[in-house]
């Protein structure tokens, strides 16, 4: 007797243990499914202003371009990217939302100074309106509407290309301030040192770019594809772990692969094409960034207009540079 009650206590407990397993198996998979983003429920409060924005700033009476990225992250948090005037994309660890109205803080970067940067806003009639208070209590105001997608519907057909450097002056060209460094030496579009950037008089929509650059020890530069977006041209070593504000990256947003320059004093390559967001950089014979989307503008873009033709700009107040050609083919 004692032998039978051992024996079904034995089965009664096997039994609810695979019970307690099925349990908790099936819990796990219904925790699965409720963390699976696809069928993640957006709450309602917040559903409008996910996504990217464009910004405008009104600084001091200068309109100047910044971005924001907002995302949900789990349930309810909400995280995001951030691009001022100036410096790179920088992340938002929290955005709190209280009865429609939206505030972060974000520490300097190039700025310099203690204490956080403070952006408050909230979504008015499809835009953003809101107030930057830097940490050094400047305040401004911003505006902002969705950035576009910019997804073409079929494949591109390319026009005639044009030599955008005649060899001879800077016909076609204009300097952004009147500290002007560019000049040009037998043959060679040459900025002599920190002074006024370089910017295109033709504007662009997608196009591929050939540029063959030199610099000296030490310098940075880069060329802003539609005055926006900047692919960084800077002394990187060669030796250093690729990265997005480094040699061939786009400045903030996307890392190269590989760390393809040649050095200081060389003559070097690269073959950028444009189309959409969608970019595509060779850096002397080797493709770094293939076919990757650039999410917003990079600090020092000329405005936050995505959806418009814009400039070529060679950034020349950081240092010293050299081209010998630069030709691009647009899009038919």
């Given at each position: 007797?004692?032998?039978?009650?051992?024996?079904?206590?034995?089965?009664?407990?096997?039994?609810?243990?695979?019970?307690?397993?099925?349990?908790?198996?099936?819990?796990?998979?219904?925790?699965?499914?409720?963390?699976?983003p696809?069928s993640?429920?957006?709450?309602?409060?917040?559903?409008?202003?996910?996504?990217?924005?464009?910004?405008?700033?009104?600084?001091?009476?200068?309109s100047?371009?910044?971005?924001?990225?907002?995302?949900?992250?789990?349930?309810?948090?909400?995280?995001?990217?951030?691009?001022?005037?100036?410096?790179?994309?920088?992340?938002?660890?929290?955005?709190?939302?209280?009865?429609?109205?939206?505030?972060?803080?974000?520490?300097?970067?190039?700025?310099?100074?203690?204490?956080?940067?403070?952006?408050?806003?909230?979504?008015a009639?499809?835009?953003?309106?809101?107030?930057?208070?830097?940490?050094?209590?400047?305040?401004?105001?911003?505006?902002?509407?969705?950035?576009?997608?910019?997804?073409?519907?079929?494949?591109?057909?390319?026009g005639?290309?044009?030599?955008?450097?005649?060899?001879?002056?800077?016909?076609?060209?204009?300097?952004?301030?009147?500290?002007?460094?560019?000049?040009?030496?037998?043959?060679?579009?040459?900025?002599?040192?920190a002074?006024?950037?370089?910017?295109?008089?033709q504007?662009?929509?997608?196009f591929?770019?050939?540029?063959?650059?030199?610099?000296?020890?030490?310098?940075?530069?880069?060329?802003?594809?539609?005055?926006?977006?900047?692919?960084?041209?800077?002394?990187?070593?060669?030796?250093?772990?690729p990265?997005?504000l480094?040699?061939?990256?786009?400045?903030?947003?996307?890392?190269?692969?590989?760390?393809?320059?040649?050095?200081?004093?060389?003559?070097?390559?690269?073959?950028?094409?444009?189309?959409?967001?969608?970019?595509?950089?060779?850096?002397?014979?080797?493709?770094?960034?293939?076919?990757?989307?650039?999410?917003?503008?990079?600090?020092?873009?000329?405005?936050?207009?995505?959806g418009?033709?814009?400039?070529?700009?060679?950034?020349?107040d950081?240092?010293?540079?050299?081209?010998?050609?630069?030709?691009?083919?647009?899009?038919?």
């Amino acid at each position: 007797m004692i032998k039978q009650f051992a024996t079904g206590l034995a089965f009664t407990t096997i039994l609810s243990l695979s019970l307690s397993s099925c349990k908790n198996a099936t819990q796990e998979k219904k925790e699965e499914e409720v963390h699976n983003p696809a069928s993640q429920t957006i709450p309602e409060e917040s559903k409008e202003l996910l996504g990217r924005w464009d910004l405008t700033v009104d600084k001091k009476g200068t309109s100047v371009p910044s971005w924001i990225e907002i995302k949900l992250s789990g349930f309810t948090t909400l995280v995001g990217s951030w691009v001022g005037d100036s410096g790179s994309n920088r992340p938002i660890s929290h955005i709190k939302l209280t009865n429609g109205k939206f505030s972060f803080a974000i520490p300097p970067q190039w700025e310099g100074g203690e204490g956080d940067f403070v952006i408050e806003g909230e979504l008015a009639g499809g835009e953003l309106k809101g107030t930057i208070t830097s940490n050094n209590g400047e305040k401004y105001t911003f505006t902002g509407v969705k950035a576009p997608y910019l997804v073409r519907d079929k494949a591109v057909e390319w026009g005639t290309a044009v030599e955008l450097f005649n060899g001879k002056d800077l016909t076609g060209w204009k300097p952004s301030n009147e500290k002007n460094q560019w000049v040009v030496k037998d043959g060679i579009l040459t900025n002599q040192g920190a002074g006024a950037n370089l910017v295109s008089e033709q504007s662009f929509q997608d196009f591929k770019l050939s540029l063959e650059f030199r610099y000296p020890e030490g310098s940075n530069s880069g060329v802003y594809l539609r005055g926006r977006y900047e692919v960084q041209i800077e002394d990187s070593p060669k030796d250093k772990h690729p990265g997005s504000l480094y040699f061939g990256g786009v400045y903030g947003f996307l890392a190269p692969n590989e760390m393809a320059t040649l050095g200081a004093n060389e003559w070097q390559k690269f073959d950028i094409t444009l189309v959409g967001r969608l970019v595509t950089i060779v850096a002397n014979g080797k493709t770094i960034i293939n076919n990757q989307e650039i999410p917003g503008i990079t600090g020092g873009a000329l405005d936050s207009k995505e959806g418009e033709p814009g400039p070529l700009y060679i950034q020349g107040d950081h240092g010293a540079i050299e081209f010998r050609k630069i030709t691009l083919t647009p899009a038919k």
